[in-house]
């Protein structure tokens, strides 16, 4: 492995699991089993390991949901493909992490969200614009408005508040909130997808 992806790697390894406050250049070295001098000259600083490493795994999850996306049978199966591999990425975050980002690298944070509306919404959007045609969603459903709403909702939940209070919770959460916006758009014929798919992905999940 390249030693820029190296660091990239280690450094989303250690912010997603001890948050981004506590990480030192020390720990992402020491991690990626590198001198400072080598992690220096590819980073200027903290706060640039920050921004492109949250840059950089972003873009692996969007690529990561693109691929379930098109490798599934229908708008259903690909929207509960992600609940369960979303499910996967929620194990490995500390609750705090979402927040600690917000609050002590905002430029970094903002850049995750512009990446959030470039191409989740969008990816969002193609999949409730896919659901309605197949007849899998409500034709009625706005799909730019309830395409923001999810990923909204995603967002939220990555932050201390008065629905998540520890990791567990967390899962929990998310799969509830995941599940409520399915029914809420998705007509008979759907629902009975939903419950075919639902056993198959996440039946290894936390109960909902």
Known sequence: MEPLTKILSVSVELFRQYGFKAITMDDIA????????????HFANKQEVVNESVLWYKSHMTQNCDNLIH?????????????????????????????????YFPEAYETFREQLQAKDVGMMREN?????????YREDVNADLMARYRLETSLMILQPNLLVNSRNDLLSVSLEIGEHFLYGIMTAKGVKQYHKYKEKYLTQSPKI
């Not at 020491?30 to 000259?41: C, E, F, H, V």
């Not at 979303?86 to 609050?103: L, S, V």
């Open 71 to 103: 490798d599934s049978e229908n708008a259903i199966e690909a929207m509960v493909r992600i609940l369960a591999y979303m499910d996967t990425m929620y194990k490995q975050i500390n609750p705090m992490a979402m927040f600690e980002m917000q609050r």
């Open 128 to 136: 409730i614009q896919r659901g309605i045609e197949e007849g899998l």
């Open 30 to 41: 020491r991690r990626a089993g590198i001198s400072k001098k080598t992690l220096y000259q």
